[in-house]
Every structure is written in C-alpha cells, then in structure tokens.
C-alpha cells in the first residue's frame, strides 16, 4: 500500500511541473505572436495565398502540419515569421521537430526535400512556395 502512496504522489508532482512548463510555454507563444490577429487556415491562406496561384491545400495541410508536429496554436502566423528567430522557441521542446516536419511534408506532399533545401527554408512563406513549387514540378 505505501508503494502505491508513494508513486500515486510522484505523479502528481510531475503533473504539477508539467502544467507549469505548459503555462510557461503558451504564456511565451503568446510573446511572440502579440498584437497579432487571430486567422483561421482559410483566413490565412485568403489573406495571404489566395492572389499567388498557390494551391490551397497546400497552405492549410502545411497549417495543419506544423500546428501539430510542434504541439502549438498557430493561428496567429504571418508569412514572414522566420523559424530560425521568432519560431525557434517552438524547436526548443522537441530536437526533432524539425526533421518530423520534413519527413511529414515529404510524406503528405509525396515530394523530396534534400538537406541543404531544408536549410535554406527559413520562413513559413519559403516553405509554402517551396512546396507549391515541388508540387507543381512533379
């Protein structure tokens, strides 16, 4: 029975750290996407696609992807946030996150994004326009 006591309370003092981690987390999303308005993906893609010939799918899946490979609430994205600055902070809870989000895109796209191309996408607007282009090629 104290067994039981014991890892029933541990539990609970992870639970505690968590949803402070988590607190912190969307107190410091909020900090990057301050002042922004809130867009729905269609909302987005017409503010900011609609005019490009850029097929829609492609911004909302790439919406959807990145909202859940990197766990958060995008909706108050801008073509130019860059994820080597303003975004960075959304790698730093998950190593791999950026791997999972070209092995997605390559997966759900049905496209090849080599290395050196995933580097030189820095801002949400490369990677859309990278993939439109890819799509488009194949």
Known sequence: MEYAVVIITLFLIIMVFVKNDDKKRVAEIDKIF???EVLLPDEFYEKYYN???IPKYIVLESLKLLADELDADLSRLVP???FSKNLRYLFEFD???DVA???AME???SIKISDNEAENIK???DLVLFVSNRVNCT
Do not use: H, L, P, V
Request: no cysteine; glycine share 4%.
């Open 34 to 36: 301050k002042g922004r």
């Open 107 to 109: 997966s759900i796209f």
């Open 51 to 53: 005019d490009k010939s």
């Open 123 to 125: 801002t949400i607007n």
């Open 95 to 97: 190593s791999m996150a």
């Open 101 to 103: 989000i070209i092995e």
């Open 80 to 82: 130019e946030d860059d």
